[in-house]
């Protein structure tokens, strides 16, 4: 039965958790995302962090997101860039537009799930729309509003107002002065910008605060020079004769007559409404006050259909337009779309929240949705009584409302101050007031008795019990959190994020003042660990603190590493390929020698890049891209050998893809022997030096750039780094290198070379700093030398150039004091650094090439020479050459077939490979069969966990790649593997998986017999062979996908001897 599809409209954050929540439930379902803006779903709560300075290089369009589109695809999740048009009910089927195209393609489903979110609402007052222009389709379509009019929404939004600020904007009125206006305030106060708030209330934000608090925020905004105008009637927004705006006209509280405002831009941020015109299109009902009206199962009037986020009305009367209650409600369906309906009744969600305005907390929290919508909080109803507390020296307030006998916390107001916003909302859900007593609350002291007995929260200053949320936008308690802390060896913040989420939504709990990083520091003591600042749980250190011991130490292997300054034993696969780094960038050695080929990540360990199907791509080095015809003869004969897939690279370089591994000595062996050697494409070292072809052809060049671009690739390559290094060299100003794109940029004069660094493409694009002008070549390589070393000796693991000369405090003005100054007297070190990995440089390629040693590292096999084919997906002819198929197999969720602690008498003992040939802490495959199992040898761990085996196909997108994981240990006891193609993490010791649950290994019992012959206890081969067949047509039968593998005709075998056909007809 084919897996029903999920059709997700809108890929907010909303959209976006609800599908992320139905992937980790491993469910069966095909899911589709029909995304509207150009980008997969991003954190719109921290829009105004989009704004870092005025500098474009700056203004990062991925910074926010929560998943890119690789991510998506290897979760199975299709995404649709368009806007949907129209629902077809009957036909089941949505109609979108294809960006770009102005067609309409058409997507069927049998689950359709409405999270189209909301539009900002734009007031019908004169000269705010162009009425003739407003599209029904679309309500935030800018081409509706006047030059200079914006809302306040997407990041094209922020992109707009960027570019008006650009193009001498310099006065902003903000219209609104609740939540999403003092965000829009925000924005224009970080675009330098005069800013007005206009707010028709008597006051800032009166929907969450009383009048009080909202004159305490209004004093804080204006001590930053934004001009608050509250009480206002906005009566027209002025356009001048080119019809852009020139002003805003307002009558001002207590005035008689209007005045206009003279400002360029208008930026509308006075509230949002529900994206409902697909829902009235197709004939659903709708809620009182528009939206989607949904059931208690967040199903609406069409079965077949559900509603979530902002554009959900529950029950028909209400839209919620925060985070949590989106996030709560995801969840909810999830559960009932899984387990099935009415599984889980979403009757409604807290309206509490914390927010930092223009640098000024406020929070504003109650017991039930009363304390807003009959205004608790304002002192009029009589069964609530109120204690406040302004204080005008720092200018914070605070207002707490109890039950008419003070023993219940009924809600509270918090301006200024809110560090104690989690602990009172908690207190506000409890029956009592837990020992506090109201006075005590409203000053802050602590409950009674608090300084003998055991605090509340266990001494850990975040003021909550377990089983409070600390996280609210995800939903997560404290005990929840903690055990990540613990039983994951989640000991940092971006650690945390990742295991549980936590603080992925407004990001308020584990900001520096925020309870996460209380309840952190706390756990790690009692863990007894410091507070993590290292790279992992291994190295209390970070990367540039370990490049310096190790340097010092003269340390020249992971063990010596580990046993010199690490703390536990076995590493992980954070730690291992960061010393490795360590290691090459100071010694140089041969990558695979002296047991570094288990701390290398697969592409190292292989000196090849990995690809999907667990072949690898092999690009040897053109420097400067010059190349005689010789070699690239010999290129085509050893591709078209192995049946290999050429390409030029996306650096300009000569590419084969699809080789597989036990055929990569070979390759190289060849390719050496014709003259070329290792690109090192697999390395975080120097990929390539592009250039132009300069004063050799060109009539514009200053400078011979090929013989330069030539002379830095040689001098350059074999570095290893922090991250991949990529520079260029242009023949002239006319730049058609792209020098200035580049980490090390180099532009030809008339006088010599400008020099250029910092810069980088990628998903985040930065353009180079000049560094200095006219440079000799002896001075610009000397500086070049230089900022490399430093670099490596400073930077953070997996830190571009970009980021980290961002960093510096002082940036390309204090790197030119370090190297061309000597500042830091440290320029004799880099010198000596430079020269010693010069010297060292070896072809990693040709050592593999005649060194019999090393080619076993790359046998398919540990137990026998055979081979077979094992990857997941079959070949095609695709533009005249062999090409796997472009699809992702599904994913194999849900129990392992087989454990080691269940296996019958039946089964038998196979052999696999001598000890001797296995690595230690590494592992190998071994052929059963048809079927494959990955074994790995660990001697320091006790006897029992000294070997273990799993399956060698990873449950996530099925290569048979398992063997060649990088194993590591946690303090916890687990003994993990990583994948090497997309990082799954497993426990080795059960084969559950730790990153996703749903991924689990099967395990069997190994021993080493008296022989020294490693022996595996397995079900019969084809016994085996059947089960795991069954077990992945089950996965393509419920992603509704077809097992094209299974159907192909067998592989033509590689390599071609030399009788064989010159056509690839195979």
């Known amino acids: 039965m084919a897996a029903q599809h999920v059709i997700v409209l809108g890929h907010g954050p909303i959209g976006h958790a609800f599908v992320e929540k139905l992937v980790e439930s491993g469910a069966p379902f095909k899911i589709s995302v029909v995304c509207e803006e150009p980008r997969p779903a991003y954190n719109r709560v921290m829009l105004t962090q989009y704004f870092e300075d005025q500098d474009a290089a700056k203004h990062d369009q991925m910074k926010l997101s929560y998943v890119t589109e690789e991510k998506l695809k290897e979760q199975g999740v299709e995404l649709l860039y368009g806007r949907a048009t129209s629902i077809d009910r009957t036909a089941r089927s949505v109609a979108y537009e294809v960006p770009g195209t102005g067609t309409k393609s058409i997507v069927n489903y049998d689950i359709l799930v409405m999270a189209t979110g909301s539009y900002c609402f734009v007031p019908p007052t004169p000269g705010m729309t162009i009425p003739e222009k407003r599209n029904p389709f679309w309500p935030d379509d800018p081409a509706s509003r006047p030059a200079g009019v914006f809302v306040y929404r997407t990041i094209e939004d922020l992109e707009a107002m960027l570019a008006a600020a650009k193009s001498g904007a310099k006065k902003a009125a903000v219209i609104g002065g609740g939540l999403l206006g003092l965000e829009a305030a925000k924005a224009a106060y970080d675009l330098k910008l005069e800013s007005h708030v206009?707010?028709?209330?008597?006051?800032?934000?009166?929907?969450?605060?009383?009048?009080?608090?909202?004159?305490?925020?209004?004093?804080?905004?204006?001590?930053?020079?934004?001009?608050?105008?509250?009480?206002?009637?906005?009566?027209?927004?002025?356009?001048?004769?080119?019809?852009?705006?020139?002003?805003?006209?307002?009558?001002?509280?207590?005035?008689?007559?209007?005045?206009?405002?003279?400002?360029?831009?208008?930026?509308?941020?006075?509230?949002?409404?529900?994206?409902?015109?697909?829902?009235?299109?197709?004939?659903?009902?709708?809620?009182?006050?528009?939206?989607?009206?949904?059931?208690?199962?967040?199903?609406?009037?069409?079965?077949?259909?559900?509603?979530?986020?902002?554009?959900?009305?529950?029950?028909?009367?209400?839209?919620?337009?925060?985070?949590?209650?989106?996030?709560?409600?995801?969840?909810?369906?999830?559960?009932?779309?899984?387990?099935?309906?009415?599984?889980?009744?979403?009757?409604?969600?807290?309206?509490?929240?914390?927010?930092?305005?223009?640098?000024?907390?406020?929070?504003?929290?109650?017991?039930?949705?009363?304390?807003?919508?009959?205004?608790?909080?304002?002192?009029?109803?009589?069964?609530?009584?109120?204690?406040?507390?302004?204080?005008?020296?720092?200018?914070?307030?605070?207002?707490?409302?109890?039950?008419?006998?003070?023993?219940?916390?009924?809600?509270?107001?918090?301006?200024?101050?809110?560090?104690?916003?989690?602990?009172?909302?908690?207190?506000?859900?409890?029956?009592?007031?837990?020992?506090?007593?109201?006075?005590?609350?409203?000053?802050?002291?602590?409950?009674?008795?608090?300084?003998?007995?055991?605090?509340?929260?266990?001494?850990?200053?975040?003021?909550?019990?377990?089983?409070?949320?600390?996280?609210?936008c995800i939903g997560l308690t404290k005990a929840t959190v903690r055990s990540a802390m613990v039983e994951k060896d989640a000991h940092t913040v971006p650690l945390l994020k990742k295991c549980c989420k936590v603080g992925t939504g407004c990001g308020g709990c584990i900001s520096p003042v925020g309870e996460v990083p209380k309840l952190l520091a706390h756990t790690l003591k009692k863990l007894g660990k410091s507070a993590a600042s290292g790279i992992c749980s291994h190295f209390p250190y970070t990367r540039r603190e370990l490049f310096q011991i190790v340097k010092v130490k003269e340390l020249k292997s992971f063990e010596a590493i580990l046993d010199s300054v690490g703390q536990c034993q076995g590493g992980c696969e954070l730690c291992k390929p960061i010393c490795a780094s360590i290691l090459g960038g100071l010694w140089n050695e041969h990558c695979l020698q002296d047991g570094r080929d288990q701390i290398q990540d697969t592409n190292d360990r292989f000196l090849a890049n990995i690809q999907k199907t667990g072949t690898y791509s092999i690009i040897p080095r053109c420097a400067g891209g010059d190349i005689d015809p010789d070699t690239l003869m010999a290129f085509a004969r050893t591709a078209k050998k192995y049946g290999l897939w050429t390409k030029i690279t996306g650096a300009q370089r000569l590419g084969m893809f699809g080789a597989e591994r036990h055929h990569l000595p070979a390759i190289y062996k060849e390719l050496v022997d014709a003259g070329m050697e290792t690109g090192q494409a697999y390395g975080k070292a120097l990929r390539a030096v592009k250039s132009c072809v300069g004063t050799d052809w060109c009539r514009y060049g200053q400078q011979d750039s090929v013989n330069m671009a030539v002379i830095m690739e040689n001098r350059y390559k074999g570095i290893r780094s922090p991250h991949k290094l990529k520079m260029a060299?242009?023949?002239?100003?006319?730049?058609?290198?792209?020098?200035?794109?580049?980490?090390?940029?180099?532009?030809?004069?008339?006088?010599?070379?400008?020099?250029?660094?910092?810069?980088?493409?990628?998903?985040?694009?930065?353009?180079?700093?000049?560094?200095?002008?006219?440079?000799?070549?002896?001075?610009?390589?000397?500086?070049?030398?230089?900022?490399?070393?430093?670099?490596?000796?400073?930077?953070?693991?997996?830190?571009?150039?970009?980021?980290?000369?961002?960093?510096?405090?002082?940036?390309?003005?204090?790197?030119?004091?370090?190297?061309?100054?000597?500042?830091?007297?440290?320029?004799?070190?880099?010198?000596?650094?430079?020269?010693?990995?010069?010297?060292?440089?070896?072809?990693?390629?040709?050592?593999?090439?005649?060194?019999?040693?090393?080619?076993?590292?790359?046998?398919?096999?540990?137990?026998?020479?055979?081979?077979?084919?094992?990857?997941?997906?079959?070949?095609?002819?695709?533009?005249?050459?062999?090409?796997?198929?472009?699809?992702?197999?599904?994913?194999?969720?849900?129990?392992?077939?087989?454990?080691?602690?269940?296996?019958?008498?039946?089964?038998?003992?196979?052999?696999?490979?001598?000890?001797?040939?296995?690595?230690?802490?590494?592992?190998?495959?071994?052929?059963?069969?048809?079927?494959?199992?990955?074994?790995?040898?660990?001697p320091n761990q006790p006897s029992t966990l000294r070997w273990l085996a799993v399956q060698n196909i990873c449950p996530h997108k099925q290569a048979r790649t398992i063997s060649r994981g990088l194993l590591g240990e946690l303090a916890s006891g687990a003994i993990t593997l990583a994948d090497p193609i997309y990082k799954t993490t497993y426990d080795l010791r059960t084969g559950k998986g730790i990153a996703n649950p749903n991924f689990n290994l099967s395990t069997f019992e190994v021993k080493v017999d008296a022989d020294g012959r490693v022996l595996v206890k397995v079900p019969p081969s084809e016994e085996m062979k059947k089960a795991f067949d069954d077990q992945i047509n089950k996965a393509y039968d419920d992603a509704g996908m077809e097992n094209k593998k299974a159907k192909s005709p067998p592989e033509r075998k590689y390599p071609l001897n030399a009788a064989a056909k010159n056509s690839l007809d195979w």
């Open 729 to 938: 060299v242009s023949g002239c100003l006319r730049e058609c290198a792209e020098a200035q794109g580049k980490d090390v940029g180099v532009i030809a004069t008339q006088a010599g070379y400008n020099l250029y660094f910092g810069g980088n493409g990628g998903a985040k694009p930065v353009h180079a700093k000049l560094f200095a002008t006219d440079l000799d070549e002896e001075t610009l390589l000397k500086y070049i030398d230089r900022y490399l070393m430093f670099y490596i000796s400073t930077a953070k693991h997996l830190e571009r150039t970009a980021p980290w000369q961002a960093g510096l405090e002082g940036g390309i003005e204090y790197l030119r004091k370090v190297i061309i100054e000597d500042s830091l007297g440290i320029c004799g070190d880099l010198d000596k650094l430079m020269e010693q990995n010069k010297t060292n440089w070896h072809c990693e390629w040709k050592a593999v090439a005649y060194d019999e040693d090393l080619q076993k590292k790359f046998h398919q096999f540990v137990n026998t020479t055979e081979t077979h084919d094992s990857e997941q997906v079959e070949y095609v002819d695709a533009r005249g050459q062999r090409h796997p198929n472009t699809y992702s197999p599904p994913d194999i969720t849900g129990p392992a077939l087989y454990s080691k602690d269940a296996a019958p008498d039946t089964w038998e003992w196979i052999f696999a490979g001598k000890a001797s040939d296995y690595p230690r802490n590494g592992g190998l495959a071994v052929k059963h069969g048809s079927n494959e199992l990955a074994v790995f040898h660990l």
């Open 198 to 472: 206009l707010e028709m209330a008597p006051y800032l934000m009166p929907t969450q605060l009383n009048e009080v608090a909202g004159t305490v925020l209004t004093e804080k905004i204006q001590a930053l020079g934004i001009q608050v105008h509250v009480g206002v009637q906005i009566k027209e927004v002025v356009l001048g004769e080119d019809h852009k705006v020139t002003g805003i006209r307002i009558l001002q509280k207590g005035a008689e007559l209007p005045v206009v405002l003279d400002v360029d831009m208008v930026i509308v941020s006075c509230g949002v409404r529900p994206r409902d015109e697909l829902a009235k299109q197709c004939g659903l009902e709708l809620g009182g006050r528009g939206g989607v009206k949904v059931d208690s199962s967040l199903r609406s009037s069409d079965d077949k259909i559900y509603a979530l986020g902002e554009v959900a009305s529950i029950g028909g009367s209400m839209c919620y337009g925060l985070w949590a209650p989106g996030v709560e409600q995801a969840d909810a369906l999830v559960k009932n779309l899984v387990d099935g309906p009415g599984s889980v009744e979403y009757t409604g969600s807290d309206l509490s929240t914390k927010l930092k305005l223009l640098g000024c907390d406020v929070a504003s929290f109650g017991r039930s949705l009363d304390f807003w919508f009959k205004r608790q909080f304002d002192g009029k109803d009589p069964d609530i009584k109120a204690l406040e507390c302004e204080d005008e020296i720092t200018g914070t307030y605070r207002r707490l409302c109890f039950s008419s006998d003070g023993t219940q916390l009924m809600g509270g107001i918090l301006v200024g101050d809110a560090k104690d916003y989690s602990k009172l909302l908690q207190l506000s859900k409890k029956p009592d007031l837990a020992g506090y007593d109201p006075a005590g609350l409203i000053s802050g002291r602590p409950a009674a008795g608090a300084t003998t007995g055991a605090s509340l929260d266990g001494g850990d200053g975040t003021g909550l019990a377990d089983d409070d949320l600390i996280c609210t």
